[in-house]
């Protein structure tokens, strides 16, 4: 089972258009949703917003499941690493294929994000990341 299968009951979460978000225990968790619009700057904005909704402008650990997401517009993801850490303090994410884990370490690199962040097949490995 997935630690993204299901939000636990009784938890601060929030919405997107694309997007949950939910913290628990210290740790935000996001999924993007199949079979919806995302990746344009208005989803990035709506992020942001949603993360200070979120956690009340205290920076956590997020750990993400990307593995749904099929594009981002380069302005996009621009807004989200000049807000990184405001939101965050390092990212574990979750993609679903190694090519699109090697696709996006080479973004990573290209924009330099102001917090630690590494891109994973395996979820677990991600949490350990997103945890340590």
């Known amino acids: 089972m997935s630690r993204f299968d299901a939000i636990p009951a009784d938890v601060p979460q929030v919405s997107t258009r694309a997007s949950d978000f939910w913290l628990h225990d210290g740790l935000v968790y996001g999924r993007t949703r199949k079979g919806v619009p995302h990746g344009e700057l208005q989803d990035a904005i709506a992020v942001v917003e ?20 099929g594009w981002l517009q380069m302005r996009a993801r621009e807004h989200v690493h000049r807000h990184a850490a405001e939101m965050f303090t390092r990212a574990g994410v979750v993609v ?37």
């Open 50 to 69: 949603k993360m200070r909704e979120l956690t009340g402008g205290v920076p956590h650990p997020l750990l993400f499941d990307a593995s749904e997401v």
């Open 96 to 132: 679903g294929s190694a090519m699109v884990r090697a696709m996006s370490h080479a973004l990573l690199g290209f924009i330099n994000p102001t917090i630690p962040v590494r891109i994973f097949n395996d979820e677990d490995e991600a949490y350990e990341f997103a945890t340590a």
